[in-house]
């Protein structure tokens, strides 16, 4: 199973938008309605920011959004702030009972 | 609160054993379907395997990087889980996460136990 594809960086100034994707195939990505996005800071656990494409977890502020087209997810974050600079991951259920992650993209705040 | 708190990571020479462990507490341990994930140093996330609730037959999947080295177990009475790693190859060497695997996401996962193997 390949790692989902995401670009390596991204970055923008506190108050902009940044939109990261995620590129799978139709047997994950584009074949289930089960991606999820992680956010890590550095030496820390990942914490989860949206599951099933669009959902927030209570306490996740309305700023992160999700969206999924074909086979490539995307985690918008708008408004960006100096707290939102990390590494953030997608993932996705690859049938048969298992799961592939994204490669990873580091959030810079400029 | 959820937490989940692993141990048992250390420094193993290629084709030792060892293993770590996930204390649970805050939730109803017995009902959750849990999953490892690793991370090997400067890189991404993997999904190393998970193992089902007694309810839907206690059975365990694995990555295929993994997969006849691993094995993942859980004691519902102490409201731990496993994971034996036998053989291991010096790039299994990780942070290893448990993680409440929920409908198909991973919330929350444990703070990660670090597995260093090299001779």
């Not at chain 1, 991204?10 to 047997?27: F, K, R």
């Not at chain 1, 707290?83 to 259920?93: F, K, V």
């Not at chain 2, 395997?49 to 993994?66: E, L």
């Amino acid at each position: 199973q390949s790692a989902l594809t995401q670009p390596p960086s991204a970055s923008g100034s506190p108050g902009q938008s940044v939109t990261i994707s995620c590129t799978g195939t139709s047997s994950d990505v584009g074949g289930y309605n089960y991606v999820s996005w992680y956010q890590q800071h550095p030496g820390k656990a990942p914490k989860l920011m949206i599951y099933e494409v669009t959902k927030r977890p209570s306490g996740v502020p309305d700023r992160f959004s999700g969206s999924k087209s074909g086979n490539t997810a995307s985690l918008t974050v708008s408004g960006l702030q100096a707290g939102d600079e990390a590494d953030y991951y997608c993932s996705s259920y690859a049938g048969s009972t298992s799961y592939v992650f994204g490669t990873g993209t580091k959030v810079t705040v400029l | 609160e959820v937490q989940l708190v692993e141990s048992g990571g250390g420094l193993v020479k290629p084709g030792g054993s060892l293993r770590l462990s996930c204390a649970a507490s805050g939730f109803t341990f017995s009902d959750a379907w849990m999953s490892w994930v690793r991370q090997a140093p400067g890189k991404g996330l993997e999904w190393v395997g998970h193992i089902r609730s007694k309810a839907y037959g206690g059975t365990t999947d694995y990555a295929a990087p993994v997969k006849g080295r691993f094995t993942i177990s859980r004691d519902d009475s102490e409201n731990t889980l496993y994971l034996q790693m036998n053989s291991l190859k010096t790039e299994d060497t990780a942070v290893y996460y448990c993680s409440w695997e929920y409908n198909n996401w991973f919330d929350p996962w444990g703070q990660g136990t670090l597995v260093t193997v090299s001779s």
